[in-house]
Nanobody, 114 residues
Framework: QVQLVESGGGLVQPGGSLRLSCVASGSISRLTMGWYRQAPGKQRELVAQITRGGTTYYTDSVKGRFTISRDNAKNTVYLQMNSLKPEDTAVYYC?????????WGQGTQVTVSS
């Protein structure tokens, strides 16, 4: 069973940037991978996804600010987050998309606050 480890979160001021990484313990090269987030009291939502061919999708609230990418040789998916807003505060997770193939990792906390 592939395990997912997310990292790169932290506390950042509004307008700041963070780069999240998701490292898989096995190959994910054939899968569409996504970054999800869950804010307190809210359901987990898909933020961005990238197909094995590199086609990307973003939810409207992050378009133009977030960029998803992948390095299949490293079994890693990235999320570059710019112009962060307080409403981006959440725990961020990665997994396959749209079908969830793996157990959820521990996630990485992103807090946007002044």
């Amino acid at each position: 069973q592939v395990q997912l480890v997310e990292s790169g979160g932290g506390l950042v001021q509004p307008g700041g940037s963070l780069r999240l990484s998701c490292v898989a313990s096995g190959s994910i090269s054939r899968l569409t991978m996504g970054w999800y987030r869950q804010a307190p009291g809210k359901q987990r939502e898909l933020v961005a996804q990238i197909t094995r061919g590199g086609t990307t999708y973003y939810t409207d609230s992050v378009k133009g600010r977030f960029t998803i990418s992948r390095d299949n040789a490293k079994n890693t998916v990235y999320l570059q987050m710019n112009s962060l807003k307080p409403e981006d505060t959440a725990v961020y997770y990665c997994n396959s998309s749209p079908t969830i193939s793996f157990y959820w990792g521990q996630g990485t906390q992103v807090t946007v606050s002044s």
